[in-house]
């Protein structure tokens, strides 16, 4: 009887390791690094502020929402990819680069891991993730940041 028990117990134990496993190392894998999040109020600080360097904004979902930034597209479509590649192809790797997407929470975004991945492969090292944890309504436009017109 309890060789039976302990047979189950490992076993229901193996099984809900392998089911929450997805759970407990969801971030480990994500191609930035939390010092490469940056939070939307230092954004709109910038944006707001002419005299300071401006970022490069990149639109990497469904609209341009931030102010000055450029419509890539979802990137999670080779196609808008590439126009991204194509665009940093012609940017010093130092320059300064911030995407965003904000079309749903970063643990279900389609757009902003193949964008952050392809900066990274590409070895430019001043860029930035724009930090919409929930989605681009709830982060950027309810706080009454910066918009395109």
């Not at 047979?7 to 894998?29: H, I, R």
């Not at 279900?108 to 900066?119: G, K, T």
Request: charged share 15%.
């Amino acid at each position: 009887m309890k060789t039976k028990f302990l047979t189950f117990f490992l076993f229901a134990f193996t099984v809900s390791l392998l089911v929450t496993k997805p759970f407990f190392s969801q971030g480990q894998n994500d191609p930035w690094t939390p010092q490469q999040l940056l939070a939307p109020a230092d954004l709109a600080k910038v944006l707001n502020n002419p005299k300071s360097p401006q970022p490069i904004v990149y639109s990497i979902g469904m609209q341009a929402i931030v102010k000055g930034s450029i419509d890539i597209g979802p990137t999670m479509r080779a196609e808008n990819l590439n126009t991204l590649k194509q665009k940093l192809n012609k940017l010093p790797k130092n320059s300064q680069i911030v995407v965003y997407c904000g079309c749903c929470p970063f643990s279900r975004c389609p757009n902003v891991r193949p964008a952050m991945e392809l900066l990274k492969s590409m070895q430019f090292t001043n860029y930035k993730l724009l930090n919409l944890p929930q989605n681009i309504k709830t982060d950027w436009i309810d706080k009454g940041y910066p918009m395109s017109e």
